[in-house]
C-alpha cells in the first residue's frame, strides 16, 4: 500500500459514499450497523469508516481513502496491521486444522508465555474476550472466598459483564445501579461503586462491608476513561485492604498487558504485593479472539475441572488464535516497547506544542508506552475529572485529524494506541497532521 496522503488531497473531504452505503446496509441487519456501539462515531458525529484494509500503521477504506491508525484495533495491533510473521503463522496454523475440540500444543505454549512474562501468574485459562475473563475472574473469586460483593471504580470499564456494567449513584460509597437496561437491579446491588484513586473512600467501603467482599477489581492503569494511572498509595491501599479483610484484588489488565511495558502495567506498578488475580485480552491476542485470566495456582485450582468452579468455551485455546497471540507476544521485544516509546515520545510532544500554541487547554494521560489527551487543564485523577474535558472540541479534532488521513479514536475517553509501525514518515505525517488540526479548530 501507498503512503496515505501522496495522491490525495490532504485537508479536503474525502469520498464516504462507498462507507455510507454500507452503513445503510449494515443498519438494516446489524443494530445501529455495528458490532460494538464506539464504532458508530456516536461521540463524534459523522459516518465510520468501513475498512478493508490494514498493513502497519495504515488503514484502508471501502472508498479507497487511507489513514494513519491510532486506534490499532483498540488495542490488539501492537506491531501493527498484518505483521509478515504473524500472518506465516497464522496461515501456516489455519493450513493444519481451525478448531480441534481437544487440547492442542499451541494453548499450552501462550499460556507458558504468560506465565513466563507476569511473574505473580502461575496457572492461566485461555477465553475469547475480555469480557469473558472478568466474568470469570469474578466467578472465580466469588467461588474462591464464598461471598458476593464486588468492589469497583467509576470509570473503570471491564467489558459488558453485567455486575460489572454499573455505575455509582450519590455518596462517597454507593451501591450500583444499573449502567444499562437489562441489567438486574439485584446483580448491580451486589457491586459496590467507588471513586478511583480515593483511599478514604475504600477504607470506608471496607469498614463497612468488608466481610462481604470477594473482590475488588481494578482496571491496572485504567484506560478507558482516558489514560489515569493509580497513586501509588492508592495501589498499596488496595492490596492491604483486601489482605486483610481476605478478598481477592483482580487486576485487568485487558487493555495495558503487554501494552504499557513488556510486563504490562504490573512492570510499572508501586503496589508492592502482586495482585491475586490478572486479566488480559487485546495483545495477548494480537488481532483474534483471544483473552485470559489467571494467577495464583491455589485460586486457579478452583477452576472446573481441577474445582468446583465452572468456566468453559468451545473456541477457548484455539490453535490459530491462540497462534496469533503467541506470535505476536514473542516478538515484542524491548525493542518494540521502545519504538512505542519513542512514538508516544513524538506524538504527546505534538500535541503539548501544538496545542499550547493553540491555546487549547489540555493534559496528557500516561502510563508507560500508553497515552491519552484530555481537553482540559484541570488534573485528571479520577472520572468526574475526566469528564471536565471539551468533548465537542474534541469531536472537531477528530474530524480535523480523519480529513488529514489519521484516524483518532472516535471518542474524548479513549487512548491513542500506537505500534511497532508508528515510525519515521508515519511520526511525520501524525506531528504535521496535529499542528494543521489544531489551528484549524481555533481558526
Ligand atoms: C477492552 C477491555 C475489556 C473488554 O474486553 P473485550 O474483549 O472487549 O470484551 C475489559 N477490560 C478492559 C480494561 C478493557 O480495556
Redesign the pocket.
Known amino acids: 500500500m501507498s503512503m496515505p496522503g501522496t495522491a490525495s488531497p490532504a485537508e479536503g473531504a474525502q469520498p464516504t459514499a462507498s462507507s455510507a452505503a454500507w452503513l445503510e446496509r449494515g443498519r438494516a441487519v446489524i443494530p445501529g450497523g455495528v458490532n460494538?456501539p464506539v464504532r458508530a462515531f456516536g461521540a463524534v458525529g459523522g459516518e465510520p469508516r468501513f475498512v478493508v484494509e490494514a498493513e502497519g500503521a495504515v488503514l484502508r477504506d471501502v472508498d479507497g481513502n487511507e489513514y494513519l491508525d491510532l486506534v490499532g484495533s483498540?488495542?490488539p495491533m501492537i506491531l501493527g496491521h498484518t505483521h509478515p510473521e504473524v500472518l506465516e503463522a497464522v496461515t501456516a496454523a489455519a493450513s493444519r486444522g481451525f478448531s480441534f475440540g481437544t487440547p492442542n500444543p499451541t494453548e499450552v505454549e501462550l499460556a507458558e508465555e504468560i506465565v513466563r512474562r507476569i511473574d505473580p501468574v502461575e496457572s492461566v485459562r485461555l477465553v475469547n474476550?475480555?469480557?469473558?475473563?472478568?466474568m470469570s475472574a469474578l466467578r472465580l473469586a466469588r467461588g474462591f472466598t464464598g461471598r458476593e460483593l464486588v468492589v469497583k471504580f467509576a470509570g473503570?470499564?471491564?467489558?459488558?459483564v453485567d455486575a460489572l456494567l454499573a455505575s455509582a449513584g450519590s455518596g462517597l460509597a454507593t451501591f450500583a445501579l444499573p449502567d444499562s437496561a437489562g441489567v438486574p437491579a439485584a446483580t448491580a446491588a451486589q457491586t459496590l461503586v467507588l471513586p478511583f484513586n480515593d483511599v478514604p473512600a475504600l477504607e470506608a467501603a471496607f469498614a463497612e462491608h468488608g466481610a462481604g467482599v470477594a473482590a475488588v477489581i481494578v482496571?491496572a492503569s485504567?484506560?478507558?476513561m482516558g489514560i489515569v494511572p493509580p497513586t501509588p498509595e492508592f495501589e498499596q491501599a488496595m492490596r492491604r485492604l483486601t489482605r486483610e479483610h481476605g478478598a481477592l484484588l483482580i487486576s485487568?489488565?485487558?487493555?495495558?498487558g503487554f501494552r504499557a511495558s513488556r510486563t504490562g502495567w504490573l512492570g510499572l506498578s508501586q503496589m508492592g504485593d502482586a495482585p491475586d488475580l490478572f486479566?488480559f485480552?487485546?495483545v495477548v491476542g494480537g488481532g483474534f479472539p483471544v483473552?485470559a485470566f489467571g494467577g495464583r495456582a491455589e485460586v486457579m485450582a478452583q477452576l472446573a475441572p481441577a474445582g468446583p468452579v465452572y468456566q468453559a468455551g468451545t473456541l477457548s485455546g484455539n490453535p490459530v488464535a491462540a497462534t496469533a497471540g503467541l506470535t505476536t507476544l514473542r516478538r515484542c521485544t524491548d525493542e518494540v516497547y521502545a519504538t512505542l516509546d519513542h512514538a508516544r515520545e513524538v506524538i504527546t510532544g505534538a500535541v503539548t506544542e501544538a496545542f499550547t500554541a493553540a491555546g487549547i487547554p489540555h493534559r496528557i494521560g500516561r502510563a508507560g508506552t500508553m497515552f491519552s489527551v484530555f481537553l482540559t487543564d484541570a488534573e485528571v485523577t479520577d472520572y468526574a475529572s475526566a469528564q471536565q474535558q471539551d468533548t465537542a472540541l474534541h469531536a472537531r479534532f477528530f474530524h480535523a485529524m480523519l480529513r488529514r488521513g489519521v484516524h483518532l479514536p472516535p471518542s474524548a475517553f479513549e487512548a491513542w494506541f500506537v505500534s511497532a509501525a508508528h515510525t519515521g514518515d508515519v511520526l511525520d505525517r501524525i506531528v504535521e497532521a496535529i499542528h494543521a488540526s489544531a489551528r484549524e479548530i481555533t481558526a
Open positions: 460494538s483498540w488495542g474476550s475480555g469480557t469473558e475473563a472478568t473503570n470499564y471491564h467489558g459488558h482496571e485504567p484506560g478507558n485487568d489488565e485487558v487493555m495495558t486479566t485480552g487485546k483473552a
